[in-house]
């Protein structure tokens, strides 16, 4: 059974017509690139599966639950994670603050109970468990990303949806990356549902694709079939 | 690498020893300030007196604005709710004040939860003129419902002691403050003070990790109300006389003044500029009602060139000096 259905997912904003009857699951344990061309509504969907925007019509299903319109709180306390495009950390607040609040607002944390282990696990495992009381505001662009990512874990998801969490790394770091990706899906279970334009990471780290153009799903397979799809070639790059 | 930037560290808030800390110089300070009758005269200690009340007042506003960022324009009106609930409940049905005090900070609780439940969805701009909507209605009605309210004229009010003395008062407005100030720091340092900050970081990050931000935003005004209703209503039996001035707009601007050129979202700022407002505006007393237009001024200037108010001015000069021990205000 899918871990997370959509079926004939819409939204509209005024005229436009942002997605269009999009359907997709991910099973349990895989990773999943959302690749497509700017504004083909991939981040918009994300938004819709996690309860930012309501769709218009259509539903979606979670671990056997329709969570179709849920707030996004209730949806992350459900088992759904999610990373910003643009990585939004609580500026203000030092990192074991920000992973804090991740952890106590989760089902089953009461109000007296520890939370400094599992913020601990969870900034040493993106690895800036050195700048643990450093505000978030004061770190850098690679660092608030991981900071972002400490937190998404630390609600303990079974999926993560990560958007574009590559975006202005170098080589270098985004072969990290990658492996800290992999690592989390092999050692923890967690599945992952991934926005990507680096083209390498998603061929290297994903076991199938889903191609959005114009709200549409425009064709699904494994990343070589992808790539070689001449659909997918003339979304990218017009006719 | 990015180039490396100074790293701002913060008091941990979990610490055992800053809580430790906090404890030990909120209860010297109240000693000291238990010492005030042996050497000022009945004057000044009646300016001590509202003083204190302005610290509950700022402090629990600051609750509200300075650490979940919903700028409130019925917090007066709240603490008038407090006032005259326990005034009325005095002196048309003879409760006792103490008792009558419990009421007007429950009713104002209650007031806060529903105005909440009403408005809070809205956030931002729409909430801040929900409440000043609600502050006008309600001044309307106590201006209005003479019967009841006496107007403008005032309803007079038993005091809360059979004997009026000004150092017994003194210490009733001191435990009073202490109740308060001990209940804002328990909250901003449990959970929910940390979701109150990361909602007002970032709505949107906070709702995406679990946090109830309507909760959350609920919680902060009813706490933030009803604490202002405590205030009002020990406040109206002190003055024995209470009027629609408590829940007045010029009120409201007073006590945002402090808490902003305090430092809002700091614990000690609003302190700081409950002392330092309400003592200068003692002094200009005399040039007529024109200091709450001048505290409004510098509250301005205040929040555009040092939004963390004279506390953050404070931390400021500090990390200039040295940086070791910066931020020793939280």
Redesign the interface.
């Known amino acids: 059974m899918a871990l997370l259905e959509g079926r004939r997912l819409t939204k509209r904003f005024g005229g436009i017509l942002a997605l269009e009857d999009v359907d997709f699951s991910i099973k349990e344990k895989e990773i999943v690139g959302l690749i497509g061309p700017n504004g083909a509504g991939k981040t918009t969907l994300f938004n819709t599966i996690a309860g930012a925007f309501k769709p218009s019509s259509g539903q979606t299903f979670f671990d056997g639950h329709d969570i179709t319109g849920l707030t996004a709180d209730r949806i992350c306390r459900l088992g759904i994670a999610r990373t910003f495009q643009v990585a939004r950390p609580f500026p203000d607040m030092t990192c074991i603050e920000n992973v804090r609040v991740a952890v106590i607002n989760q089902e089953g944390h009461g109000a007296g109970e520890p939370w400094e282990g599992a913020v601990e696990k969870s900034l040493d495992f993106v690895g800036i468990s050195a700048h643990g009381k450093t505000l978030a505001r004061d770190l850098n662009l690679i660092d608030k990303k991981r900071l972002e990512l400490a937190r998404a874990l630390a609600t303990r998801p079974k999926l993560l949806l990560l958007d574009e969490v590559l975006g202005g790394l170098n080589t270098q770091e985004i072969g990290l990356a990658v492996e800290l990706i992999r690592k989390l899906r092999d050692e923890q279970g967690v599945s992952i549902f991934w926005i990507e334009h680096v083209m390498g990471a998603i061929m290297k780290a994903t076991e199938r694709v889903i191609v959005l153009d114009q709200g549409k799903t425009l064709m699904e397979g494994t990343p070589s079939e992808v790539v070689q799809d001449e659909r997918v070639i003339k979304a990218y790059l017009g006719e | 690498?990015?180039e490396k930037?100074?790293?701002?560290?913060?008091p941990?808030?979990k610490n055992p020893v800053d809580r430790k800390r906090f404890y030990i110089s909120l209860f010297i300070f109240t000693g000291l300030f238990c010492l005030l009758p042996l050497i000022l005269d009945d004057y000044r200690l009646h300016v001590v007196i509202i003083c204190l009340f302005y610290v509950m007042m700022a402090s629990s506003w600051n609750l509200l604005a300075g650490y979940t960022g919903q700028v409130s324009f019925a917090h007066a009106a709240f603490a008038g709710i407090g006032a005259y609930t326990s005034g009325i409940l005095a002196v048309k049905a003879g409760i006792n004040p103490w008792i009558g005090v419990a009421a007007g900070t429950t009713l104002a609780g209650l007031l806060g939860l529903g105005l909440g439940f009403l408005c809070l969805r809205m956030g931002g701009i729409y909430l801040s003129l929900a409440t000043l909507g609600f502050s006008e209605i309600l001044h309307i009605i106590i201006t209005n419902e003479y019967e009841i309210t006496r107007g403008t004229m005032g309803l007079q009010v038993p005091g809360l002691l059979t004997e009026y003395s000004k150092a017994a008062y003194l210490y009733i407005m001191l435990t009073g403050a202490l109740l308060t100030l001990i209940v804002v720091y328990q909250l901003i340092h449990?959970?929910m003070g940390?979701?109150f900050?990361?909602v007002q970081?970032?709505e949107?990050?906070?709702?995406?990790?679990?946090?109830?931000?309507v909760q959350v935003r609920v919680v902060a005004f009813t706490a933030s109300s009803a604490l202002a209703g405590f205030a009002g209503a020990v406040y109206g039996h002190y003055l024995l006389l209470i009027t629609p001035e408590i829940p007045s707009l010029n009120q409201q601007f007073l006590v945002l003044s402090m808490t902003v050129i305090g430092g809002l979202g700091s614990f000690v700022g609003p302190i700081i500029g409950a002392f330092v407002l309400e003592i200068l505006s003692e002094y200009i007393r005399a040039y007529g009602e024109y200091h709450v237009l001048a505290f409004g001024l510098v509250a301005l200037i205040m929040a555009r060139f040092s939004p963390n108010g004279i506390v953050g001015l404070f931390n400021r000069f500090q990390r200039k000096k040295g940086p070791s021990n910066a931020n020793t205000a939280t």
């Open positions: 690498m990015a930037k100074p790293k701002r560290k913060r941990d808030s449990s959970n940390l979701n900050r990361a970081n970032d949107k990050a906070a709702a995406s990790l679990g946090v109830n931000v």
